[in-house]
C-alpha cells in the first residue's frame, strides 16, 4: 500500500516561517496531484495548496504570496513553505497524493497522518 507522512509542524511565532514535508512511500508507479490542507478546531478540512506533476500550482487566497508548494518528484515528496505566519493559520496540516499504483489502475488518493502548525501572537 502506500504511505504518506508528514514532518515539520511545530509552535512558532507570528511572522515566523515553517516549511512541511510529506514523503510519499509503497507500491507507487506515478503521483499526479499532490496537496496540503489544513483543518482547525471546528472547522472543515480546507485546500491550502496543491500542486500537479507538470508544476502547475494553486492557492487559497488566504495564503497566496506567504506560501509555497513545491515537489521533488524522484522522491515522491511534496514540501510547504511558510512564510509571514499568522495566528490564523494554525491548524493541523495534511497532505495528500493522487497515486497509480500501476500503469493500468485508477488514481487512490491517500491521505497523511497530520502535522500540528501553531502560530503564537
Known amino acids: 500500500q502506500v504511505q504518506l507522512v508528514e514532518s515539520g509542524g511545530g509552535l512558532v511565532q507570528a511572522g515566523g516561517s515553517l516549511r512541511l514535508s510529506c514523503a510519499a512511500s509503497?507500491?507507487?508507479?506515478?503521483?499526479?496531484?499532490m496537496g496540503w490542507y489544513r483543518q482547525a478546531p471546528g472547522n472543515q478540512r480546507d485546500m491550502v495548496a496543491v500542486?500537479?506533476?507538470?508544476?502547475?500550482?494553486n492557492y487559497a487566497d488566504s495564503v497566496k504570496g506567504r506560501f509555497t508548494i513545491s515537489r521533488d518528484n524522484a522522491k515522491n515528496t511534496v514540501f510547504l513553505q511558510m512564510n509571514s505566519l499568522k495566528p490564523e493559520d494554525t491548524a493541523v496540516y495534511y497532505c495528500?497524493?493522487?497515486?497509480?499504483?500501476?500503469?493500468?489502475?485508477?488514481?487512490?488518493?491517500?491521505w497523511g497522518q497530520g502535522t500540528q502548525v501553531t502560530v503564537s501572537s
Open positions: 509503497g507500491s507507487i508507479f506515478s503521483i499526479n496531484r
Open positions: 495528500n497524493a493522487d497515486v497509480q499504483v500501476r500503469a493500468t489502475a485508477w488514481a487512490t488518493r491517500y
Open positions: 500542486i500537479i506533476s507538470g508544476g502547475n500550482t
